[in-house]
T-cell receptor
């Protein structure tokens, strides 16, 4: 069935280091892959997304890469800052035209000052 | 910048009671969604709604759940007879078009069933 696996579940880095979160998806028809950041008790906020017609997208310190063949996509955060600490969710759409998203299990990122 | 809004922010109810969660999607959006997130777990799709009807629903969305767009702005999720396991954060989301478009999430309603 439709599934998105996300690793690691927790990640602790020193301020200034890079953080990488990886996801795999099962539906070969998926063509849209957003990443959401969720701070405690708040709504998921879209931070970056990628569509299947590109392999990489960057926005300042954040980048996402996509390997369609392997059904992998990853989030890369460089020069991490304490305010990057949050739960990060990857997601993928499905073959359905409704646009529903299937989410990964989430990664709790802790950036230590 | 327009945002999805939800009310109430918190709701406490007794098991077996009906609850209605309300959402106001972004005004020019056409697709609406409800997701839920049990504490500490991932976000799960419940239902999508387009053109005044359900377009897709998950296994979680059983006969106890219903959605409605009673007017041009509100989008509601009703749980007829709440169970303890319905306790979760419920997020509404909307998007301009369907597949492949950015989904914007509301702030959520935290539902606690006692």
């Amino acid at each position: 069935g439709e599934n998105v696996e996300q690793h690691p579940s927790t990640l602790s880095v020193q301020e200034g280091d890079s953080a990488v979160i990886k996801c795999t998806y099962s539906d070969s028809a998926s063509n849209y892959f957003p990443w959401y950041k969720q701070e405690l008790g708040k709504r998921p906020q879209l931070i970056i997304d990628i569509r299947s017609n590109v392999g990489e997208k960057k926005d300042q310190r954040i980048a996402v890469t996509l390997n369609k063949t392997a059904k992998h996509f990853s989030l890369h955060i460089t020069e991490t800052q304490p305010e990057d600490s949050a739960v990060y969710f990857c997601a993928a759409n499905t073959n359905s035209n409704t646009g529903k998203l299937i989410f990964g299990q989430g990664t709790t990122l802790q950036v230590k000052p | 910048e327009p945002e999805v809004t939800q009310t109430p922010s918190h709701q406490v109810t007794q098991m077996g009671q009906e609850v209605i969660l309300r959402c106001v999607p972004i005004s020019n959006h056409l697709y609406f969604y409800w997701y839920r997130q049990i504490l500490g777990q991932k976000v799960e799709f419940l239902v999508s709604f387009y053109n005044n009807e359900i377009s897709e629903k998950s296994e979680i969305f059983d006969d106890q759940f219903s959605v409605e767009r009673p007017d041009g702005s509100n989008f509601t999720l009703k749980i007829r007879s709440t169970k303890l396991e319905d306790s979760a954060m419920y997020f509404c989301a909307s998007t301009r078009a369907g597949r492949g478009e950015t989904q914007y999430f509301g702030p959520g309603t935290r539902l606690l069933v006692l």
